[in-house]
Structure formats: C-alpha cells, structure tokens
T-cell receptor
Framework: RKEVEQDPGPFNVPEGATVAFNCTYS??????FFWYRQDCRKEPKLLMSVYSSGNEDGRFTAQLNRASQYISLLIRDSKLSDSATYLC????????FGKGTRLSVIA | DTGVSQNPRHKITKRGQNVTFRCDPISEHNRLYWYRQTLGQGPEFLTYFQNEAQLEKSRLLSDRFSAERPKGSFSTLEIQRTEQGDSAMYLCASSLIGEGRAEAFFGQGTRLTVV
C-alpha cells in the first residue's frame, strides 16, 4: 500500500460547485498534513496545513480524521482559477506526497 | 525575492554527461529537501539536510546522485553519467522546523531533459 493515496480524478465541476477530495495515509505516526496546489509545469504551492482536526481558509476547508487515517479538502463556490492539481502530503520529515487529484472547473 | 531559488530552470544534456543543480533556500530555514517529479506523479523524496548534515537519503537516490550543503546554506545536487530515466523536474524545498510546524516551501524547480 502506498503511504499516501489520492484519487487522481479528473474532477470536472461547474463554476460555483462544491467539490471535495480525500487523501488516505498509512503512517499512523504522521503528525503533519498539508494540501498543496500545483499548476501545470509549476512548483507545488502550499495551500493549507492541518495539524489538528481541521483548518479553514475562505472557501477552502481541510479536515483530518485520525481514526480512519484520511484528510479531506473541501472547496466551496469553485472558481475557474481553482483548476489545478491538488497534492496531499503527510509525514513529519520528510513529507510524503500523493500523486495528486486533478480538478477542472468549467464555465 | 525571499523564496526558494533554483538554478538552472531548464537543462538539456546528452546521456552520459554530468549535471549539477543549485538550490538556495529561504534564508532562515534550517532544512532543505530535494524531490523529483515526473509527469502524473507527486514529488518523490530524494534527500534532505538539516543545516549542513545530510540526514536521510531515499532508495531512489542511486550512487550516481550526490547532494551537498557545505555551509548549511545553498545546496547542490549532482547527477553523474545521466540516463534518459533521469529526465524529470527536480524540486528543492526548505522548511523551518520548530514549534511543531513543518511547512515546506518549494522552488520553481529545474527541469532536466536527457537526450
């Protein structure tokens, strides 16, 4: 089993929709969890950190479920500019990344 | 610009040649990481440093790969006798470990093409 697993998608959603991604991790000792956004041929950029049960930043909400070993990312009111690949990462050091989930927001 | 800086941004080399990439981390960060990413995959960990000490190396890091961080500031990643399978984006990231936080920030990457 891969240490961090994500549904690769693509998720194709209309503007204004709410979309959620899940990410499962296998290392129960992981203390740090992150969501990164990556645009095509660019570097990953930190979107959210999750250290306890969850975190919210505007339209984005991340939640951690330690019992089931997954984290989720919820995007409300999707914008065209949200189209990207969303990478989940877990671990203490170094971070271990999933393969990413591709999101396309359609007008 | 106070972010992570990588040079060069692109490198095309012939198979069998050696290449070296440089990474300048965020200045106050004590940890520096190298990752490799290919199309459709997430970043794969290669190695990391805390200050000048190389603390961990992945099994992905064959003996053709070597990394240094001589003064605990910038780092170099060298690939000897490049192979076509080395073609990838090489990403550097840095973080400041402390107070339970571990966010890593990436540079723009060096895209290597081995022909």
């Amino acid at each position: 089993r891969k240490e961090v697993e994500q549904d690769p998608g693509p998720f194709n959603v209309p503007e204004g929709a709410t979309v959620a991604f899940n990410c499962t991790y296998s290392n129960s000792a992981s203390q740090s969890f992150f969501w990164y956004r990556q645009d095509c041929r660019k570097e990953p950029k930190l979107l959210m950190s999750v250290y306890s049960s969850g975190n919210e930043d505007g339209r984005f909400t991340a939640q951690l479920n330690r019992a089931s070993q997954y984290i989720s990312l919820l995007i409300r009111d999707s914008k065209l500019s949200d189209s990207a690949t969303y990478l989940c990462a877990s671990g203490n050091t170094p971070l271990v990344f999933g393969k990413g989930t591709r999101l396309s927001v359609i007008a | 610009d106070t972010g992570v800086s990588q040079n060069p941004r692109h490198k095309i080399t012939k198979r069998g040649q050696n290449v070296t990439f440089r990474c300048d981390p965020i200045s106050e960060h004590n940890r520096l990481y190298w990752y490799r990413q290919t199309l459709g995959q997430g970043p794969e960990f290669l190695t990391y440093f805390q200050n000048e000490a190389q603390l961990e190396k992945s099994r992905l890091l064959s003996d053709r790969f070597s990394a240094e961080r001589p003064k605990g500031s910038f780092s170099t990643l060298e690939i000897q006798r490049t192979e076509q399978g080395d073609s990838a984006m090489y990403l550097c990231a840095s973080s400041l470990i402390g107070e339970g936080r571990a966010e890593a920030f990436f540079g723009q990457g060096t895209r290597l093409t081995v022909v």
